[in-house]
């Protein structure tokens, strides 16, 4: 018997709380291995989850009832604490022993304070922070960084390796893989923001945005981020803008995270600062639904090139 049969014994029910563009392929993911319950508040998802497998229940607190673990994803610290702790909080139906698996990119005292509260209870938390999209995820191919006590790794791991073709073990405590996805967003939020003030820079200059973009990423200039966010970014001048991939105001939310984190470390961040204030003038236009990709047009409104210039 294989050393992930035995784990994924253990680890052998899952529930997966919110089945929206993330949660849903990640939980008919781990329906083909694993038994999967899963609860959203809108209808539609619940019944395409039970169309790939998972077994649908009408409440959080239900669908955790039971779990070896329980895969989350929120927006914010707060949403965190109130899924966990609040008037419906679903710790209460998680049974001594299990793991809280957390997806989301929170900041690195709300998850320590949840793990806290969790502890209380008997039940671990794996700090899993994962970045990839809807695809990716219904593939097992995100990339995941993990910050946990080695016994509760060990619980979530069926779980993870599942869902991951990149997983990276940071450290043994609930907060490092925080910590790491907060220096990765700082990164990934300044790249954008460069790459939009660059294409902008092109088209003031009476270049061809389209022919930059090629010749740049061909070069010691190119990026993940110029290479991916180029082509929307020149796509958001035209008519609804780019396809929404990643929301822009979740960078005003990680950018956030990443310069409360330099604060308290005592470093100073002032690009990663500057590259925050456009993503909170992007928000303040009216874009923060839009593609982040849309911060091109904080920059530079419209294409001065189309306007003949």
Same mark, same amino acid.
């Given at each position: 018997?294989?050393?992930?049969?035995?784990?994924?014994?253990?680890?052998?029910?899952?529930?997966?709380?919110?089945?929206?563009?993330?949660?849903?392929?990640?939980?008919?993911?781990?329906?083909?291995?694993?038994?999967?319950?899963?609860?959203?508040?809108?209808?539609?998802?619940?019944?395409?989850?039970?169309?790939?497998?998972?077994?649908?229940?009408?409440?959080?607190?239900?669908?955790?009832?039971?779990?070896?673990?329980?895969?989350?994803?929120?927006?914010?610290?707060?949403?965190?604490?109130?899924?966990?702790?609040?008037?419906?909080?679903?710790?209460?139906?998680?049974?001594?022993?299990?793991?809280?698996?957390?997806?989301?990119?929170?900041?690195?005292?709300?998850?320590?304070?949840?793990?806290?509260?969790?502890?209380?209870?008997?039940?671990?938390?794996?700090?899993?922070?994962?970045?990839?999209?809807?695809?990716?995820?219904?593939?097992?191919?995100?990339?995941?960084?993990?910050?946990?006590?080695?016994?509760?790794?060990?619980?979530?791991?069926?779980?993870?390796?599942?869902?991951?073709?990149?997983?990276?073990?940071?450290?043994?405590?609930?907060?490092?893989?925080?910590?790491?996805?907060?220096?990765?967003?700082?990164?990934?939020?300044?790249?954008? +923001? %460069? =790459? $939009? !003030?660059? &294409?902008? /820079?092109?088209?003031?200059?009476?270049?061809?945005? *389209?022919?930059?973009?090629? @010749?740049?990423?061909?070069?010691?200039?190119?990026?993940?981020?110029?290479?991916?966010?180029?082509?929307?970014?020149?796509?958001?001048?035209?008519?609804?803008?780019?396809?929404?991939?990643?929301?822009?105001?979740?960078?005003?939310?990680?950018?956030?995270?990443?310069?409360?984190?330099?604060?308290?470390?005592?470093?100073?961040?002032?690009? +990663? %600062? =500057? $590259? !925050?204030? &456009?993503? /909170?003038?992007?928000?303040?236009?009216?874009?923060? *639904?839009?593609?982040?990709? @849309?911060?091109?047009?904080?920059?530079?409104?419209?294409?001065?090139?189309?306007?003949?210039?």
């Amino acid at each position: 018997m294989s050393e992930n049969f035995i784990a994924s014994a253990r680890t052998s029910v899952v529930a997966v709380l919110g089945l929206g563009a993330m949660g849903l392929p990640m939980a008919a993911r781990l329906a083909s291995q694993l038994t999967v319950h899963g609860f959203d508040i809108a209808q539609a998802r619940l019944d395409l989850a039970a169309e790939a497998g998972v077994a649908t229940f009408t409440s959080g607190r239900a669908a955790a009832e039971g779990a070896d673990a329980l895969v989350l994803a929120v927006r914010t610290g707060e949403q965190l604490d109130d899924v966990l702790f609040g008037a419906e909080g679903v710790a209460s139906s998680l049974r001594r022993g299990s793991v809280v698996i957390l997806t989301s990119t929170v900041g690195i005292e709300a998850v320590r304070a949840a793990a806290e509260g969790l502890a209380a209870l008997g039940v671990g938390l794996v700090d899993a922070p994962l970045s990839g999209g809807p695809v990716r995820a219904g593939e097992g191919d995100l990339l995941i960084v993990v910050g946990a006590a080695p016994e509760d790794l060990e619980k979530a791991r069926p779980v993870l390796e599942l869902l991951a073709s990149t997983l990276t073990v940071v450290g043994n405590r609930p907060g490092d893989g925080q910590a790491l996805k907060t220096v990765n967003q700082l990164l990934c939020g300044v790249h954008i +923001a %460069a =790459a $939009a !003030e660059a &294409l902008a /820079l092109a088209d003031a200059l009476g270049l061809d945005q *389209a022919t930059t973009l090629e @010749a740049l990423n061909a070069g010691a200039a190119g990026s993940f981020m110029l290479a991916n966010r180029g082509p929307r970014m020149l796509e958001a001048y035209a008519g609804a803008g780019a396809e929404v991939l990643s929301r822009l105001d979740i960078f005003v939310k990680d950018m956030g995270i990443v310069g409360k984190a330099a604060r308290a470390a005592g470093l100073a961040s002032p690009v +990663a %600062a =500057a $590259a !925050e204030q &456009l993503y /909170l003038l992007g928000q303040a236009q009216g874009l923060a *639904a839009h593609d982040d990709s @849309a911060v091109i047009k904080v920059i530079a409104p419209e294409k001065r090139t189309a306007a003949g210039q």
